[in-house]
């Protein structure tokens, strides 16, 4: 990170909120709601993308239930063997909007904890410093600090001393470089790398319907729009983490999603048919009475979907003698 490090207290004020335009999907019917957008454009040329405060919040429990358990008992295992630190283990959140891996992960993990949280939006950083966890597993303290920069540009530097890097839903937002300058990064620190929620380009919904192929290749085409990886993440971070010398374990964590979970299907639901007519505008005439239909049966407690994701983790070779 080329920018200082920032930490955030409890009452300190709220940073002034950029604009979040809503409406992810196809034009709003007359007193149809909006939408929270799932990734927001910057206010202008060289801002990064926003992410709306209200959509992460409504996903995090989907997200906490779709995390692969069992990449937790290696990782356990390697930073047992890591040199006791004073200060417990140090855990880098990249990207971490409102700080959602840290309440999933602290409390999984005994010891002691200082988390590093890194975004490029300090309205979200803000949220992830008034949120995160108090305690972990065994009830030892967790601490936080923010940090403001951009994960292009991180360093093994910036990761000296780390224990654990993790990330959620950050891989198919980035590059090919930016992966692997990640992968770069934590090779050279020598600390373990927990990479969750990546999406798979695979979604099941009940019952099928004859678009549901057209829009989810029109959608996986539109994550994949100027370079970003999109479903082509993890296996690309698989290979980087490699080339690194790391041991990379992957598994499934999808979203499972019910009539307990309408809030966030909805919203889903609008987000994924917009992505797909922005990048197929040809398809909005159909898409929209495809919406229509899908968000009824959502309604109506009758829709099922099943959104693919993968999670990763790199047992990277640690520096410095370490076991």
Do not use: K
């Amino acid at each position: 990170m080329t920018e200082p490090a920032t930490t955030t207290r409890h009452g300190d004020a709220i940073p002034a909120r950029p604009s979040v335009v809503p409406g992810a999907g196809p034009a709003r019917r007359p007193g149809e709601r909006t939408t929270l957008r799932l990734r927001e454009t910057g206010e202008g040329p060289g801002e990064p993308p926003r992410y709306a405060p209200e959509w992460l919040a409504l996903r995090e429990p989907a997200d906490a239930a779709a995390r692969s358990h069992d990449l937790l008992d290696p990782l356990r295992i390697r930073l047992a063997d890591l040199p006791r630190r004073a200060g417990g283990l140090v855990v880098h959140d990249i990207g971490c909007g409102t700080g959602s891996m840290g309440r999933w992960l602290a409390p999984h993990l005994d010891g002691a904890q200082h988390w590093v949280l890194h975004d490029r939006d300090p309205y979200l950083l803000h949220f992830a410093a008034v949120g995160s966890p108090r305690s972990a597993a065994d009830g030892s303290r967790v601490t936080v600090e923010t940090r403001r920069g951009d994960v292009a540009r991180l360093t093994p530097e910036a990761l000296a001393g780390a224990s654990l890097v993790t990330a959620s839903a950050l891989l198919d937002v980035l590059t090919r470089e930016e992966v692997g300058a990640l992968a770069a990064a934590c090779a050279g620190a020598g600390c373990p790398a927990l990479l969750t929620l990546s999406v798979a380009g695979r979604v099941e919904l009940t019952a099928p319907h004859p678009m549901d192929r057209e829009i989810t290749e029109a959608f996986n085409a539109h994550q994949r729009r100027e370079g970003l990886l999109g479903p082509d993440a993890v296996a690309v971070a698989a290979e980087a983490f490699g080339e690194h010398g790391a041991t990379v374990r992957l598994n499934p964590s999808p979203w499972r999603l019910g009539p307990g979970q309408a809030a966030l299907t909805e919203q889903w639901l609008r987000g994924w048919v917009g992505a797909a007519v922005e990048e197929r505008p040809a398809l909005a005439e159909r898409a929209d009475r495809y919406l229509a239909e899908r968000l009824a049966a959502c309604a109506a407690g009758e829709l099922r979907v099943v959104v693919h994701h993968s999670d990763l983790l790199a047992l990277c070779r640690p520096v410095g003698g370490a076991a």
